[in-house]
Protein backbone atom coordinates (compact mmCIF):
# COMPACT_ATOMS: atom_id res chain seq x y z
CA UNK A 1 0.00 0.00 0.00
CA UNK A 2 3.03 2.39 0.90
CA UNK A 3 4.40 2.44 -2.72
CA UNK A 4 0.93 2.89 -4.35
CA UNK A 5 -0.02 5.40 -1.80
CA UNK A 6 3.33 7.26 -3.01
CA UNK A 7 2.51 6.73 -6.58
CA UNK A 8 -1.15 8.21 -6.44
CA UNK A 9 0.12 11.39 -4.53
CA UNK A 10 2.62 12.30 -6.06
CA UNK A 11 0.58 11.24 -9.42
CA UNK A 12 -2.21 14.23 -8.47
CA UNK A 13 0.52 16.67 -7.61
CA UNK A 14 1.08 16.50 -3.85
CA UNK A 15 4.02 16.79 -1.67
CA UNK A 16 4.66 15.06 1.79
CA UNK A 17 6.90 17.10 4.46
CA UNK A 18 7.25 15.00 7.61
CA UNK A 19 10.22 16.04 9.98
CA UNK A 20 9.81 14.63 13.11
CA UNK A 21 9.44 10.70 13.76
CA UNK A 22 6.08 9.10 14.60
CA UNK A 23 5.85 8.29 18.36
CA UNK A 24 4.45 4.44 19.85
CA UNK A 25 1.01 6.30 20.39
CA UNK A 26 -0.50 9.51 19.23
CA UNK A 27 -3.90 11.75 18.26
CA UNK A 28 -3.12 13.15 15.29
CA UNK A 29 -4.63 16.45 14.94
CA UNK A 30 -5.86 17.31 11.39
CA UNK A 31 -6.47 20.73 10.00
CA UNK A 32 -7.85 22.72 8.30
CA UNK A 33 -10.74 20.34 7.36
CA UNK A 34 -13.21 22.11 4.69
CA UNK A 35 -13.96 19.58 1.88
CA UNK A 36 -14.55 15.43 1.60
CA UNK A 37 -11.70 15.68 -0.04
CA UNK A 38 -8.95 16.13 2.86
CA UNK A 39 -9.88 12.52 3.92
CA UNK A 40 -8.77 11.08 0.95
CA UNK A 41 -5.82 12.92 0.84
CA UNK A 42 -4.85 12.37 4.28
CA UNK A 43 -4.79 8.57 3.95
CA UNK A 44 -2.93 8.61 1.09
CA UNK A 45 -0.53 10.45 2.96
CA UNK A 46 -0.27 8.89 6.13
CA UNK A 47 -0.24 5.53 3.82
CA UNK A 48 2.41 6.55 1.58
CA UNK A 49 5.14 6.93 5.04
CA UNK A 50 4.00 3.71 5.59
CA UNK A 51 2.20 4.41 8.73
CA UNK A 52 -1.39 3.12 9.88
CA UNK A 53 -3.94 5.63 12.04
CA UNK A 54 -7.04 5.12 13.23
CA UNK A 55 -10.18 7.89 12.54
CA UNK A 56 -13.09 8.47 14.22
CA UNK A 57 -16.43 8.88 11.89
CA UNK A 58 -20.17 8.67 13.01
CA UNK A 59 -21.82 5.51 13.76
CA UNK A 60 -24.55 5.69 11.05
CA UNK A 61 -21.07 5.68 8.77
CA UNK A 62 -20.95 1.50 8.94
CA UNK A 63 -23.77 0.36 7.16
CA UNK A 64 -23.06 -2.88 5.10
CA UNK A 65 -20.97 -2.78 2.62
CA UNK A 66 -19.82 0.70 3.98
CA UNK A 67 -18.85 -0.17 7.40
CA UNK A 68 -16.10 -2.58 6.10
CA UNK A 69 -14.83 -0.69 3.99
CA UNK A 70 -14.24 1.79 6.74
CA UNK A 71 -12.74 -0.97 9.23
CA UNK A 72 -10.55 -1.86 6.71
CA UNK A 73 -9.30 1.27 6.63
CA UNK A 74 -8.82 1.61 10.48
CA UNK A 75 -12.19 3.26 10.85
CA UNK A 76 -13.72 3.51 14.44
CA UNK A 77 -17.79 3.66 14.79
CA UNK A 78 -18.42 6.37 17.24
CA UNK A 79 -21.69 6.05 19.13
CA UNK A 80 -23.09 9.34 21.07
CA UNK A 81 -25.88 7.76 22.11
CA UNK A 82 -24.10 5.42 24.53
CA UNK A 83 -23.76 7.29 28.36
CA UNK A 84 -19.70 6.89 28.08
CA UNK A 85 -17.92 9.49 26.71
CA UNK A 86 -16.25 9.64 23.08
CA UNK A 87 -13.04 10.44 25.13
CA UNK A 88 -13.08 7.91 27.29
CA UNK A 89 -13.86 5.06 24.26
CA UNK A 90 -10.92 6.37 22.56
CA UNK A 91 -8.56 6.74 25.52
CA UNK A 92 -9.47 2.96 26.21
CA UNK A 93 -8.63 1.76 23.02
CA UNK A 94 -4.84 3.67 23.80
CA UNK A 95 -4.31 1.62 26.75
CA UNK A 96 -5.48 -1.72 24.69
CA UNK A 97 -2.57 -1.23 22.18
CA UNK A 98 1.21 -0.90 21.94
CA UNK A 99 1.14 0.99 19.15
CA UNK A 100 -1.62 3.33 18.39
CA UNK A 101 -2.60 6.68 16.50
CA UNK A 102 -6.01 8.30 15.84
CA UNK A 103 -6.92 11.08 13.51
CA UNK A 104 -9.19 13.59 14.34
CA UNK A 105 -10.41 16.98 12.84
CA UNK A 106 -10.93 19.45 15.88
CA UNK A 107 -13.54 21.12 13.70
CA UNK A 108 -15.55 17.64 13.62
CA UNK A 109 -17.43 19.10 10.74
CA UNK A 110 -16.56 20.44 6.90
CA UNK A 111 -18.85 23.64 8.20
CA UNK A 112 -17.88 26.38 9.52
CA UNK A 113 -17.65 26.25 13.22
CA UNK A 114 -16.72 29.17 15.66
CA UNK A 115 -15.00 27.05 17.81
CA UNK A 116 -12.71 23.61 17.87
CA UNK A 117 -14.37 20.84 19.41
CA UNK A 118 -11.70 19.64 22.47
CA UNK A 119 -12.09 15.77 22.25
CA UNK A 120 -8.77 15.59 20.47
CA UNK A 121 -7.32 17.24 23.06
CA UNK A 122 -9.02 15.24 26.02
CA UNK A 123 -8.46 11.97 24.66
CA UNK A 124 -4.62 12.73 24.21
CA UNK A 125 -4.81 13.84 27.97
CA UNK A 126 -6.59 10.95 29.56
CA UNK A 127 -4.56 8.83 27.06
CA UNK A 128 -0.97 10.59 28.19
CA UNK A 129 -0.21 10.41 24.22
CA UNK A 130 1.27 13.33 22.48
CA UNK A 131 -0.52 15.10 19.47
CA UNK A 132 1.17 14.82 16.56
CA UNK A 133 -0.07 18.21 14.30
CA UNK A 134 -1.05 17.48 10.55
CA UNK A 135 -2.03 19.93 8.24
CA UNK A 136 -3.48 20.17 4.75
CA UNK A 137 -2.26 23.03 2.70
CA UNK A 138 -4.04 23.23 -0.46
CA UNK A 139 -1.92 26.49 -1.71
CA UNK A 140 1.18 24.34 -1.05
CA UNK A 141 -0.24 21.03 -2.54
CA UNK A 142 1.75 19.73 0.83
CA UNK A 143 0.29 17.82 3.48
CA UNK A 144 2.79 17.43 6.55
CA UNK A 145 3.31 16.65 10.47
CA UNK A 146 6.32 18.91 11.66
CA UNK A 147 5.21 19.33 15.52
CA UNK A 148 4.39 16.78 18.08
CA UNK A 149 2.52 18.99 20.76
CA UNK A 150 2.57 17.63 24.62
CA UNK A 151 -0.60 18.65 26.37
CA UNK A 152 -0.02 20.66 29.50
CA UNK A 153 -3.57 20.38 30.94
CA UNK A 154 -4.32 24.20 30.24
CA UNK A 155 -7.06 23.94 28.24
CA UNK A 156 -6.91 27.49 26.14
CA UNK A 157 -3.42 27.78 26.64
CA UNK A 158 -2.34 25.20 24.82
CA UNK A 159 -5.31 25.46 22.22
CA UNK A 160 -3.79 28.99 21.38
CA UNK A 161 -0.54 27.27 20.73
CA UNK A 162 -1.98 24.65 18.81
CA UNK A 163 -4.31 27.17 16.54
CA UNK A 164 -0.95 29.30 15.95
CA UNK A 165 0.21 26.18 14.11
CA UNK A 166 -2.31 26.42 11.50
CA UNK A 167 -2.00 30.01 11.09
CA UNK A 168 -0.57 30.01 7.72
CA UNK A 169 -2.35 27.08 5.98
CA UNK A 170 -4.11 27.22 3.46
CA UNK A 171 -7.60 25.34 3.24
CA UNK A 172 -9.58 24.00 0.37
CA UNK A 173 -12.41 26.22 1.29
CA UNK A 174 -10.77 28.75 3.14
CA UNK A 175 -14.73 30.66 4.48
CA UNK A 176 -14.76 27.56 6.40
CA UNK A 177 -12.09 27.70 8.49
CA UNK A 178 -11.87 29.17 11.88
CA UNK A 179 -8.97 29.72 14.18
CA UNK A 180 -10.27 31.81 16.68
CA UNK A 181 -6.61 33.70 17.84
Given amino acids: MKKFSQWIFKMI??????????PPKSVICVAPHTSN??????KFFYW????????????????FPMGNLLRSMDGISVDRSKRTLVTDQVAAEFNKRETFH???TPEGTRSLVKKWKMGFYHIALKANVPIQLA???????????????YPTGDEKADLKKIQAFYKN?????????????
Avoid at 16 to 22: H, K, L, Q
Avoid at 135 to 149: L, P, Q, R, S, V
Fill in 37 to 42: WDFFIG
Fill in 13 to 22: GWKAVVTIPE
Fill in 102 to 104: VAI
Fill in 169 to 181: VHPRNPEKFNISL
Fill in 135 to 149: YIDYAKKEMGITEIF
Fill in 48 to 63: SLGRKSGFLMKKSWFF
